[in-house]
């Protein structure tokens, strides 16, 4: 079955500096990336996403980038602000249909942003 | 628009009991999914069910979790007996039938086996 390995696992970075956080998949037939953020006592909540036909996403201070070669996608924050303070998880889904709908995630990453 | 909501929020039982968490998908999506955080750990696929039918169960551990999902709407996750290492926290996502990326999810139920 799919693997997703994630690192780093703990990320400090300063106010206003840049987070980057990378993820590996195993399975060459995954074609959907999402990635989560989950804050203390909430459940995931979905910021970005990336499908396999798509190279690069942005959303204001969060943009996305997608090897299929490779098979890493990588998370990016810009001026980040002690709001983004939080653990983000990447996942990996086939996304055919059927059982594929399951998402596989990493480990986590907790980011820290000192004001 | 009501989110995903569980209940109950947390939850601590001995060893040997039985614990029923209930998950309320948002309304209209057939798509149903339960997942477990164990401490440290990944978050992990437990099982998919499309309304009232399972999709897909490969990721249950073992036949003490028997989840159910009645006329489609809300779903139950029960474990009967616990055990120390079904402790963590369990999620539950729904997603819509035709747009099936965008997975939300709940707050999770954290469970814990003493």
């Known amino acids: 079955g799919e693997n997703v390995e994630q690192h780093p696992s703990t990320l400090s970075v300063q106010e206003g500096d840049s987070a980057v956080i990378k993820c590996t998949y195993s399975d060459s037939a995954s074609n959907y990336f999402p990635w989560y953020k989950q804050e203390l006592g909430k459940g995931p909540q979905l910021i970005i996403d990336?499908?396999?036909?798509?190279g690069e996403k942005k959303d204001q201070r969060i943009a996305v980038t997608l090897n299929k070669t490779a098979k890493h996608f990588s998370l990016h924050i810009t001026e980040t602000q002690p709001e983004d303070s939080a653990v983000y998880f990447c996942a990996a889904s086939m996304g055919s249909g059927g059982s594929n709908y399951k998402l596989t995630f990493g480990k986590g990453t907790l980011l820290t942003v000192n004001p | 628009e009501a989110g995903v909501t569980q209940f109950p929020s947390h939850s601590v039982i001995e060893k040997g009991q039985t614990v029923t968490l209930r998950c309320d998908p948002i309304s209209g999506h057939d798509n149903l999914y339960w997942y477990r955080r164990v401490m440290g750990k990944e978050i992990k696929f437990l099982l998919h069910f499309v309304k009232e039918s399972k999709q897909d169960e490969s990721g249950m551990p073992n036949n003490r979790f028997l989840a159910e999902r009645t006329g489609g709407t809300y779903s139950t996750l029960k474990v009967q007996p616990a055990e120390l290492e079904d402790s963590g926290v369990y999620f539950c996502?729904?997603?819509?039938?035709?747009?099936?990326?965008?997975?939300?999810f709940g707050q999770g139920t954290r469970l814990t086996v003493v």
């Open positions: 990336i499908r396999s036909n798509v």
């Open positions: 996502a729904s997603s819509q039938g035709h747009s099936w990326y965008e997975a939300f």
